[in-house]
């Protein structure tokens, strides 16, 4: 299970606001992230960066899984796990009962 994040979901959509805003200030882009990486005093320009990426991929303006599509997997997941389990109980349970009319019973 991922830990939950230590960076608020305002304070993550505020920077990425802040680096759209400032692109055109800087030479590069990592040189706006890092002016945005230290006034909100974040870890690491690296985790910006991933927050920009992830943001342009939700706004379709790059390819890849959205935030939504990578919830709908887990849960997926989730539930092909806990269908998957179930089916081994089941077929515990039938091979339990089919062993138990091949035995020979005695009436008393």
């Known amino acids: 299970m991922a830990r939950p994040s230590r960076y608020p979901l ?21 040189a706006a992230l890092q002016a945005v990486v230290e006034k909100l005093d974040i870890g690491s ?12 991929i939700d706004a379709g303006q790059r390819p890849g899984t959205t935030t939504e599509e990578s919830a709908q997997l887990k849960a997926l997941k989730k539930e092909n796990a806990e269908l998957k389990r ?23």
Do not use: Y
Request: net charge positive; glycine share 2%.
């Open 45 to 56: 320009r690296e985790t910006l960066r991933n927050w920009v990426k992830q943001h342009e």
């Open 10 to 30: 305002e304070l993550r959509r505020r920077a990425v606001r802040m680096v759209a805003e400032v692109r055109g200030d800087h030479t590069t882009e990592t």
């Open 86 to 108: 179930a089916n081994e109980i089941l077929k515990a349970a039938a091979s339990f009962f089919a062993a138990e009319l091949d035995r020979p019973h005695t009436r008393s």
